[in-house]
């Protein structure tokens, strides 16, 4: 039963920091939604209506980050749009390992440690899931791109 329990808490441990590096992307739209969500509450909204409010802003905040990184060509924008989704998957990242870094170690500098590697790494993926796809594509008109090198023919092509 020992052995069982050891290989269920590895498995789960496992399947928890994937969760982590998954959905690292998604902490700024969680964050805006949760921040609408209590501020439409706060303000006499209701709790199904803070709900909706707060998911539907959510969802546009993830619409419009997707789109803004699909239409744009600029790669100073695509770096601003992956920090500001990366930055609060950093902070996520720093409180859930230190959350967790506080079962099994006992220093306060060790946790301090683990926690800003955890930090880095988290925020280091998350921008990483937004630039790796995010290529600067030169300026094409109607699909036709307009001065295209012809091949160099060499001599062994004319015979």
Do not use: K
């Not at 998957?89 to 946790?111: C, K």
């Amino acid at each position: 039963m020992l052995a069982l329990g050891l290989v269920l808490n590895t498995l789960g441990i496992g399947l928890f920091c994937w969760a982590i590096f998954a959905l690292a992307v998604y902490a700024l739209p969680f964050f805006v939604a949760l921040s609408v969500g209590m501020l439409a509450f706060r303000d006499g909204v209701g709790v199904v209506g803070a709900l909706l409010i707060g998911i539907a802003s959510g969802a546009l905040t993830l619409a419009v980050g997707q789109v803004a990184v699909a239409v744009s060509r600029s790669l100073t924008l695509h770096v601003a749009i992956a920090t500001a989704f990366a930055v609060p998957a950093a902070i996520a990242g720093y409180h859930v390992v230190f959350a967790l870094s506080q079962i099994g170690v006992l220093s306060l500098a060790w946790r301090e440690a683990c926690a800003c590697v955890g930090a880095v790494s988290i925020g280091g993926t998350a921008w990483a899931r937004l630039t790796v796809f995010a290529e600067s594509r030169p300026l094409e008109s109607g699909g036709v791109v307009e001065n295209m090198p012809r091949p160099v023919l060499t001599a062994a092509t004319h015979e």
